[in-house]
T-cell receptor, first 113, second 113 residues
Framework: GENVEQHPSTLSVQEGDSAVIKCTYSDSASNYFPWYKQELGKGPQLIIDIRSNVGEKKDQRIAVTLNKTAKHFSLHITETQPEDSAVYFCAANLPTGFQKLVFGTGTRLLVSP | DAGVIQSPRHEVTEMGQEVTLRCKPISGHNSLFWYRQTMMRGLELLIYFNNNVPIDDSGMPEDRFSAKMPNASFSTLKIQPSEPRDSAVYFC???????????FGPGTRLTVL
């Protein structure tokens, strides 16, 4: 089955710096890769996603890149702000006909003012 | 516009007791997912419903766990009897269709003493 690995487990940056979180997946048939942000005491919230027919997607300060050949994808946050502090999860779908997601282990991002 | 609603938000019970977690998906969504989140195992899919029908319950850990969806606006996850290792945060998520974004609820933090 699908296995998703996520690095780093923790990431500390200064406000205004960029942050990069990387994930690898094992099933070459996966074609949907969402990123979720989870704040303390809340459920995960989708912040950006990418499908396998594109290599990059941007939404303001957030971007995701996908390398299908290497089976890895990354989340890039530019001009980080303290409110970006949270746990971020990547995920990859299993091609089962529905959106069955396998999640990475999460990255705790801390943005210091 | 109300998101996914879960109740209770916190549940503390003693080993051997029955626990029932409740979920109201977003109106109009026809896919519903139950997840469990622990430090050790991360986010795991327990069961998936489509149009109120259980499609994939391969993630349900054992027979002590059961889930129902009697109608499009309500689902339950029951644990009977509960054990300390069931302590976790349980999330319900819904999506518009099988291939769309999943919206997570705030979760139920379950503690089994």
């Amino acid at each position: 089955g699908e296995n998703v690995e996520q690095h780093p487990s923790t990431l500390s940056v200064q406000e205004g710096d960029s942050a990069v979180i990387k994930c690898t997946y094992s099933d070459s048939a996966s074609n949907y890769f969402p990123w979720y942000k989870q704040e303390l005491g809340k459920g995960p919230q989708l912040i950006i996603d990418i499908r396998s027919n594109v290599g990059e997607k941007k939404d303001q300060r957030i971007a995701v890149t996908l390398n299908k050949t290497a089976k890895h994808f990354s989340l890039h946050i530019t001009e980080t702000q303290p409110e970006d502090s949270a746990v971020y999860f990547c995920a990859a779908n299993l091609p089962t006909g529905f959106q069955k997601l396998v999640f990475g282990t999460g990255t705790r991002l801390l943005v210091s003012p | 516009d109300a998101g996914v609603i879960q109740s209770p938000r916190h549940e503390v019970t003693e080993m051997g007791q029955e626990v029932t977690l409740r979920c109201k998906p977003i109106s109009g969504h026809n896919s519903l997912f139950w997840y469990r989140q622990t430090m050790m195992r991360g986010l795991e899919l327990l069961i998936y419903f489509n149009n109120n029908v259980p499609i994939d319950d391969s993630g349900m850990p054992e027979d002590r766990f059961s889930a129902k969806m009697p109608n499009a606006s309500f689902s339950t996850l029951k644990i009977q009897p509960s054990e300390p290792r069931d302590s976790a945060v349980y999330f319900c998520a819904s999506s518009l269709s099988r291939q769309h974004e999943q919206f997570f609820g705030p979760g139920t933090r379950l503690t089994v003493l």
